[in-house]
């Protein structure tokens, strides 16, 4: 049984194994393959792994031996659900692998902002502290969370714990979802309309998924129903943010600061608005990638493969004919 990984560096870049699926067949691992080069690689597999190379109708077309795609990720986005379920090709993907290191993310964004810990680390490592006429000395406004309110947009694993962590530094906790959950709720965490918590936010973090309705949806109009002076993180989706909305409300003060790990397009161009600006970080799209949550990855991808080769399914996200 032939099987093919497209693009592995980013889950392993060598500090891991690929063992537990090599006994399943013959694997062979790309580091990455460009568009153009797919079919080729894939055109004789019968199954197929891939994070984030898209496997279209029309590639998997000509693609007969198929049976399996396992998404390497959450995001189903890649593939062509619709053509797979019709010709009886099982696609699985990995649920909740990341949350624990995605929340943890979300968090050092925000202190950042809230802290500036990097620039005063800088400033003291180059000899301001020690020419301070006083004991200590500040080169940013200093945030407290405690008793701000923090909006969440989504309800999923991720935004479920982020509110607990939210809530644990003292924080009132907003959620929007199209599907609340009154039995989530306590003294700190309440369910509201979206437009409720642009309006009431300190800071406002997206945790939802990429969908064609909400595509660009934090643009100038949602934006302008947020308070002066808003927070926003985003570790989920760059492109549910329009960028260049977003870098005239940072240029304006309209929003303080933003943390964001992903972008619309990644890499980014040089020319991407965003880029440049002091008062947003942006990181590389990294918040899922410690060495434990790839680690839970592989394990998930393997126990996928495994089930299928059973008879059972495990995390399966399309409807078989």
């Known amino acids: 049984m032939k099987i093919v990984i497209l693009d592995g560096y980013t889950i392993n870049p060598g500090d891991l194994s690929w063992s537990g699926l090599e006994k399943y067949g013959e694997l062979t691992v790309y580091e990455r393959t460009p568009k153009e080069l797919i079919l080729s690689r894939i055109g004789d597999a019968e199954i197929v792994m891939t994070s984030k190379c898209v496997l279209t109708a029309e590639i998997l077309s000509q ?3 198929l049976n399996y795609i396992g998404i390497l990720a959450t995001g189903i986005n890649m593939v062509d659900l619709g053509y797979a379920s ?4 099982l696609v699985t993907n990995i649920p909740a692998y990341s949350t624990d290191s995605v929340v943890q993310f979300t968090f050092s964004l925000l202190l950042e902002i809230c ?8 400033a003291v490592h180059s000899g301001q502290w020690q020419k301070s006429k006083d004991f200590c000395f500040s080169l940013t406004p200093q945030i407290e969370l405690a008793g701000k309110t923090f909006g969440i947009i989504g309800y999923g694993n991720i935004g479920k714990r982020v509110s607990k962590a939210a809530e644990a530094f003292g924080m009132k906790v907003l959620i929007a979802s199209n599907f609340p959950d009154p039995a989530f709720e306590t003294e700190s965490i309440t369910f509201v309309a979206l437009d409720e918590l642009f309006a009431a936010s300190d800071v406002i973090s997206l945790h939802c998924p990429l969908t064609d ?5 934090i643009n100038r109009t949602a934006i302008s129903k947020m308070k002066d002076g808003v927070i926003l993180l985003n570790t989920s989706r760059g492109p549910l943010i329009n960028e260049e909305d ?9 929003v ?4 964001l790990d992903v972008l619309s397009m990644e890499p980014p161009r040089d020319d991407n608005p965003l880029i440049g600006l002091p008062n947003c970080i942006i990181t590389p ?24 080769l059973g008879g059972e399914n495990s995390n399966c996200v399309n409807q078989l004919f």
């Open 86 to 89: 019709s010709h009886n090709i």
């Open 63 to 65: 693609c007969p031996d």
């Open 213 to 217: 309705s909400n595509k660009g949806f």
């Open 256 to 259: 303080f600061a933003a943390g």
């Open 115 to 122: 802290n500036q810990v990097k620039a005063h680390d800088a």
């Open 285 to 308: 799209h990294i918040a899922w990638i410690t060495r434990e949550s790839r680690t839970r990855l592989i394990d998930i991808a393997v126990s996928n493969l495994k089930a299928w």
């Open 246 to 254: 977003l870098a005239q409300a940072l240029k304006s003060g309209k």
